[in-house]
C-alpha cells in the first residue's frame, strides 16, 4: 500500500505510534513527485529544503510530547496552488508575469496550516491567474490527468486535483472562482469542496474574481477533507469578506445515516448536453442515496442556462480591475520603455498570455463607458436571479445534486483555442459561486474508464449537511479505483 | 465583426494597458464578438425590478478598532520592486 492510500487520521495514528516520522512522510511524498511529476506536472516548484528541515523540527516536538492528539494534520505534507501566497517561497499565479515574486508574508490559510504543523512540499500548477478549465493556460507547463495522461486534469486547480490523485501529496489547497476546485477534482477522481463564499479567509489568495474566489481543500476522501476544512475555515481580520460566524464540527455529521434528507435534483443539471456516461453515473448515485434512506425529487433551476454568460461578464470585469496591479511597477515583471504608460503596456503585453488578456479585454470592456449597464449591471442582476432560484430550493430541499461537469475529462489541446467550448465546461459549477453557496465534488465511478464526479451543494454556511451526504454516498459506494497512468509519454 | 469594430479593440487595449499586435486585435475581435453575443441572451430576461448582486452575504462597512501595528518594514516592502533607489521605487520620467 502506498503511503498516501491511508487516511490523514490513519497517518496521524502511525506518526503518534511511531510506526512512521514525519521527516519519512515528506520523504515519500518528495519520491513520489521525483517518480511520477515528470509525466504529471502536478508542481511548479519544490520547497525541499525547508520542508525536510521543518519535518526533522517536527519530529523533534513529537518525540518531547509537545503534541496533542487534536492536532490531526500535524506532520503532514501538503501542496498549495500557486495563487496562494507563502513567505520565501516563489509564488507565480502560473504566469511569466510573478515569475520572480517572492510573498513577504504567507496567506490566512497558509498560516492556519502551519500552525496545525503541516509541511508544505511545493507549488501547484494551475491555469495562468487561475483562468481556465484545462490547466493548459499554465505560463510554465502542461500539467496532464494521471487516469490518463493525454487528457487534461481540469482547471484551474489542476495541479492540486492531480498530485493528490498521482499520491504525491495525501492534501493539497486549490481555489475555485467558478469551478476551480470542483470540476478538476471531478476529473482526477479525488474530493474537493468550494466553502460557502466568506467561510475561508482568501487574504493572501491573489484575486481573480474578489466576489467569487474562495479557497478549499482537495483530498482522497470526504472525511479527509472536512478534517481540513475544520482547520482552514473561519473569520480573519485581515478578510473583510470572511463571515463571523462560529465554525461548526464538520466531523460530527460523518455517522452514514441519512434517512429522511431531501434532495432536490435539478433537471437542467441532466439535460441536454451532459454526457450519457456521466449522466448514468449520476442516476446510480442517486438510487444509491435513495437506499440509504434519501428522498429525491427533480425540480428546476429556470435560470441556470444564464449563469453562464453572467458569470464570464462578472468575472472578466473583476478580474480587469483586480489585475490592473500588475503593471511591473511594485513587483513582478518589468519591461522598461521610455516613459511610464509604454513600460506598463510592454510589461503587461509580455507578461500575461492569450486567455488573461482575453478576459481584461472582456472585463474592461464591459466596464467601459456606454457598456457597463448593458453588460455589467445586467449580470449583476441576472445574479440575484440565480441566488433566489437556489434560496427558493434550500426552502424544501437540504441538498442539490447533480454532475460536476457535463462530460469526463477532455483531451488536451482538444478545446484550448475556442473559449466558448472550454467555458461550457463550467456550466455546472459557476451557478454555485454566483450564488456564493457551499458545493463539493466526490468520485462517482467511471465512465470509459474517467472518473465521473458527483456534486452535491448545501445552504449558505451548511458544509456541515454537504460533508455529511458526500461521507455517507462514499462509505455506501466504496469506489476504489485507482490512476492507471496510461497514455502520455508511456503510451 | 459586427457588435465590436477594431477600432473599439484598440479603445479597449488602450484602456486595459494592453499593447496588442494588428494579428491579435483580429484574433481577440472574433473571438470577443462571440463571447459578447453570448452574452447578449442575458436580454431575454426581463431584470427590470431586480436589484443587482456585488456580493452574496450582507456584510458591509466591516470595521475595526484604529489600534498602531507593526507594518511591512522598508525593505521588505521594496523587495520585490524590479528597480529601485535610496529605498524608493524607480520609475520612467513621467514628465514630456
New interface residues.
Given amino acids: 500500500m502506498e503511503a498516501f492510500e491511508y487516511s490523514l487520521k490513519e497517518l496521524q495514528q502511525q506518526l503518534h505510534s511511531g510506526e512512521t516520522t514525519v521527516e519519512n512522510l515528506v520523504n515519500l511524498s518528495f519520491s513520489r513527485i521525483e517518480e511520477v511529476d515528470d509525466q504529471v506536472g502536478a508542481f511548479l516548484r519544490l520547497d525541499k529544503e525547508r520542508a525536510v528541515e521543518r519535518a526533522r523540527e517536527l519530529d523533534r516536538q513529537l518525540k518531547q510530547d509537545e503534541i496533542s492528539a487534536q492536532d490531526a494534520l500535524f506532520g503532514l505534507p501538503v501542496g498549495v496552488k500557486d495563487n496562494i501566497v507563502t513567505k520565501g517561497l516563489v509564488t507565480t499565479c502560473a504566469s511569466q508575469m510573478l515569475k520572480?515574486?517572492?510573498p513577504?508574508?504567507d496567506a490566512t490559510v497558509v498560516e492556519k496550516l502551519r500552525d496545525a504543523g503541516t509541511v508544505t512540499v511545493g507549488k501547484l500548477n494551475m491555469d495562468e491567474f487561475a483562468m481556465g478549465s484545462s490547466n493548459e493556460n499554465s505560463g510554465y507547463k502542461l500539467c496532464r490527468n494521471p487516469w490518463n495522461l493525454d487528457h487534461v486534469p481540469g482547471g484551474s486547480s489542476g495541479g492540486s486535483a492531480a498530485a493528490v490523485a498521482a499520491g504525491e501529496v495525501p492534501f493539497s489547497l486549490g481555489s475555485d472562482t467558478g469551478g476551480s476546485i470542483r470540476e478538476p477534482a471531478a476529473y482526477c477522481g479525488v474530493v474537493g469542496m468550494k466553502p460557502t463564499?466568506?467561510r475561508v479567509s482568501r487574504f493572501g489568495l491573489v484575486a481573480f474574481a474578489s466576489?467569487l474566489d474562495q479557497i478549499g481543500p482537495i483530498t482522497r476522501s470526504v472525511e479527509d477533507n472536512a478534517l481540513v476544512m475544520q482547520h482552514i475555515a473561519g473569520f480573519d481580520?485581515r478578510d473583510?469578506?470572511s463571515?463571523d460566524m462560529d465554525v461548526p464540527d464538520f466531523l460530527a455529521g460523518l455517522t452514514g445515516d441519512i434517512k429522511g434528507m431531501k434532495i432536490a435534483v435539478p433537471k437542467e443539471y441532466l439535460g441536454e448536453g451532459v454526457d450519457k456516461g456521466v449522466r448514468e453515473k449520476v442516476q446510480e448515485a442517486l438510487q444509491l442515496l435513495k437506499e440509504l434512506g434519501a428522498e429525491y425529487e427533480e425540480v428546476s433551476l429556470p435560470?441556470s442556462?444564464?449563469a453562464?454568460?453572467?458569470y464570464?461578464?462578472l468575472a472578466s470585469s473583476e478580474a480587469?480591475a483586480n489585475l490592473?496591479r500588475f503593471?511591473?511597477?511594485?513587483?513582478?515583471?518589468?519591461k522598461?520603455?521610455?516613459?511610464?504608460?509604454?513600460?506598463?503596456?510592454?510589461s503587461?503585453?509580455d507578461g500575461?498570455g492569450d486567455e488573461v488578456?482575453?478576459r481584461?479585454?472582456?472585463g474592461?470592456?464591459?466596464l467601459?463607458s456606454g457598456y457597463y449597464d448593458a453588460?455589467y449591471?445586467?449580470?449583476?442582476?441576472?445574479?440575484?436571479?440565480i441566488?433566489e432560484d437556489f434560496e427558493d430550493l434550500f426552502l424544501q430541499y437540504d441538498v442539490v445534486i447533480g454532475p460536476t461537469s457535463p462530460t469526463t475529462a477532455f483531451k488536451i489541446g482538444e478545446a484550448v483555442d475556442d473559449?466558448?467550448t472550454m467555458?461550457a465546461n463550467d456550466i455546472l459549477t459557476i451557478p454555485m459561486n454566483?450564488?456564493?453557496v457551499p458545493a463539493i465534488s466526490i468520485p462517482c465511478g467511471l465512465s470509459e474508464d474517467m472518473p465521473v464526479g458527483l456534486q452535491i451543494i448545501g445552504r449558505?454556511f451548511d458544509e456541515a449537511t454537504v460533508y455529511k451526504v458526500a461521507h455517507a454516498y462514499e462509505k455506501a459506494a466504496s469506489h476504489n479505483a485507482r490512476p492507471q497512468f496510461k497514455g502520455g509519454a508511456q503510451a | 465583426m459586427e457588435r465590436?469594430t477594431e477600432e473599439?479593440?484598440r479603445?479597449?487595449?488602450e484602456?486595459?494597458?494592453?499593447?496588442?499586435k494588428d494579428e491579435?486585435i483580429r484574433h481577440?475581435g472574433e473571438?470577443?464578438d462571440?463571447?459578447?453575443d453570448?452574452?447578449q441572451?442575458?436580454?431575454?430576461?426581463d431584470?427590470e425590478n431586480?436589484?443587482?448582486?456585488?456580493?452574496?452575504?450582507d456584510?458591509r462597512n466591516?470595521l475595526?478598532d484604529d489600534e498602531v501595528k507593526p507594518s511591512?518594514p522598508r525593505e521588505?516592502?521594496l523587495?520585490?520592486?524590479?528597480?529601485q533607489q535610496d529605498g524608493q521605487?524607480r520609475?520612467?520620467?513621467?514628465l514630456e
Fill in positions: 520572480n515574486f517572492e513577504v508574508h463564499y466568506g466576489s481580520e473583510s469578506t463571515a435560470h442556462k444564464y453562464l454568460a453572467a464570464y461578464v480587469s490592473a503593471d511591473g511597477i511594485r513587483y513582478g515583471v518589468r522598461t520603455e521610455d516613459n511610464l504608460l509604454d513600460t506598463y503596456k510592454k503587461r503585453s500575461f488578456k482575453r481584461i479585454m472582456l474592461t470592456f464591459a467601459s453588460y449591471k445586467k449580470a449583476q442582476r441576472v445574479r440575484t436571479l441566488k473559449p466558448m467555458y454566483l450564488a456564493g449558505h | 465590436i473599439q479593440i479603445h479597449v487595449a484602456l486595459a494597458r494592453l499593447e496588442l491579435e481577440f473571438q470577443l462571440k463571447i459578447i453570448a452574452a441572451q442575458l436580454n431575454e430576461l431584470t431586480i436589484a443587482p448582486t456585488s456580493h452574496v452575504l456584510v466591516v475595526r511591512l521588505e516592502a523587495k520585490n520592486a524590479p528597480d521605487i520609475v520612467p520620467s513621467i
